[in-house]
């Protein structure tokens, strides 16, 4: 299963949902087992399952390390309320189920859940819209309503290519140097823009399963992008939308910990637990996650590129998403993450759980109040989990403001103020810069790339200690004998022949002299 991935696209939690069932149906030892003096065959213990599916899923990289084994049991519970599983009588659709010898069996019908099909008129309406919604975005009021279908562009953070499109002149017909934008105008660049970056980074052919662009608000996107303060963090203008004094006191206490600026209240023993209960309650209790309820599918699909060799991909991706918040939720998200990520890392931080480590108990506390689906996802803990983890880890970066966002907004702006373009149609368009983004690999190539590498930095330290001329003999046999044990095939590359390693050190065989041939004297007879 970790060798597998579930691509982007709509309904991706309940498609991992059937890949763990999958992977657990067939991968899960099953033997026999006694039981009150009767044997069973083909079934495994309660105990036995969490052992095997808590591997499973901490080693793959839609949930991560970060899986807890009482999350792991959680999971069992819901495979046995679905019937993915049932106790050795037949019984299921509860939840009844821990960490003992309870024996277990797999039905005889199949695990896997139905993916719920978008009716064809509704989705044909959905797409609709949106192409209506991309070529209206660069129309003007005076220009023809006629819209080329591709704009044949591939965006990047990074290089700015020329279009090959024939810029007009000032003097040619249908000039509009120097036109008015609307507000309107300016948010739909802003909408097209984010959506383009975002479908680009994602590697999808489409975002219209993921997300409806209706849902792009460009004002939450401007807003966040210029009201924020020195260190990046929103300024609110309605403070009624912001947190309550009380909670940003305690969570100023708490991130501060044990030096508060805000705080000059005695404390007392379980002091700093009550605060952070405080703070849980507060979030708790918030109407919906500060993700929305509206972007889950889209969070879902980036966390398919949260592994080692598409960090920065995951990364680039989560800061566009978080620029689509509404302002209160995006300043909860950077306040959250600012103060759960500095209590992690508090080695002065008193155990707030007796049970549980602080980074461990950041995670379970508030990961449903980051993400969560308005329905019932039975993944959504384990999803939810995988992403507050990143979300720590890389908070800084992923709620910074991007600059070549604002930098490619102003540009398109800049083309529809000062002129415009022919296409290779009979629309006029506004000039769009091209771009080109780092192409994503494989995890094969990436497994390959990562072998040859290291391989190739081994061979560079072998030849390191050939080389080296200030290394007495001694010294380089041992080096080369230890080396020659831990890496043998590279070390046979370089020296393929004992006459290649002897011609090193400059050695000449030896050659045995042969011994003296002692004949027997010879004795002269007395007689002749």
């Known amino acids: 299963m970790e060798n597998r991935g579930v691509p982007p696209g709509p309904y991706r939690a309940t498609r991992l949902w059937n890949e763990v069932t999958t992977s657990f149906r067939a991968g899960m030892p099953l033997r026999k087992h006694r039981q009150h003096f009767k044997k069973y065959g083909n079934c495994f213990t309660a105990g036995e399952a969490v052992d095997w599916l808590y591997d499973l899923l901490r080693n793959n990289s839609n949930f991560g390390p970060e899986v807890t084994r009482q999350q792991t049991i959680q999971l069992l519970r819901k495979f046995l309320k679905n019937h993915v599983i049932e106790d050795i009588k037949g019984k299921w659709g509860s939840e009844n189920l821990d960490d003992n010898s309870q024996l277990f069996r797999f039905p005889a019908n199949s695990p896997l859940k139905t993916l719920p099909r978008r009716h064809p008129e509704l989705r044909k309406n959905s797409i609709e819209n949106f192409s209506k919604d991309k070529d209206s975005i660069f129309k003007l009021r005076n220009l023809s309503r006629r819209t080329p279908k591709k704009h044949g562009l591939h965006f990047s953070q990074e290089n700015t290519e020329k279009t090959d499109c024939e810029i007009i002149n000032e003097d040619q017909e249908n000039s509009v140097d ?7 105008d300016v948010e739909e660049v802003w909408r097209y823009v984010i959506l383009i970056y975002l479908q680009t980074i994602l590697s999808v052919p489409s975002l219209e399963e993921v997300i409806n662009p209706q849902q792009v608000i460009p004002q939450y996107i401007m807003y966040n992008m210029t009201n924020t303060s020195k260190h990046g963090v929103v300024i609110l203008q309605d403070k009624s939308d912001d947190l309550p004094h009380w909670v940003l006191s305690a969570m100023k206490c708490l991130a501060n910990w044990p030096r508060s600026n805000d705080m000059n209240n005695p404390t007392y023993v379980g002091f700093e637990r009550d605060v952070f209960r405080t703070i849980a309650d507060y979030f708790l209790d918030l109407p919906e996650p500060l993700l929305t309820f509206e972007y889950y599918e889209l969070f879902v699909n980036i966390l398919g590129l949260l592994q080692p060799h598409l960090e920065r991909v995951a990364i680039d991706a989560l800061q566009l998403c978080c620029l689509l918040l509404p302002p209160p939720n995006r300043r909860k998200l950077q306040l959250l993450m600012r103060m759960i990520s500095r209590m992690s890392q508090n080695v002065d931080m008193p155990q707030l759980h007796d049970a549980m480590g602080t980074r461990s108990l950041m995670i379970h506390t508030f990961s449903r109040c980051v993400l969560c689906c308005s329905e019932e996802v039975d993944l959504d803990e384990l999803l939810a989990s995988r992403l507050v983890s990143f979300l720590m880890d890389h908070h800084q970066e992923i709620l910074q403001v991007p600059s070549y966002l604002q930098t490619a907004v102003e540009k398109h702006l800049d083309y529809l103020r000062k002129g415009h373009i022919r296409s290779p149609g009979d629309g006029l368009i506004a000039p769009l810069p091209t771009y080109s983004y780092c192409k994503q690999i494989s995890t094969q190539e990436f497994d390959e790339q990562k072998v040859s590498t290291s391989q190739a930095a081994i061979a560079e330290l072998l030849e390191n200690i050939v080389k080296n001329k200030s290394l007495p003999l001694k010294d380089k ?28 050190f400059g050695d000449k065989p030896t050659i045995k002299q042969p011994m003296l041939i002692l004949r027997k004297p010879k004795f002269c007879s007395l007689r002749y």
């Open 178 to 184: 120097n036109r008015e934008i609307s507000q309107k």
């Open 477 to 504: 046999r041992r080096k080369l004998k230890q080396f020659q044990k831990e890496y043998p095939l590279i070390y046979q590359k370089r020296f393929p022949t004992s006459e290649s390693e002897a011609a090193l």
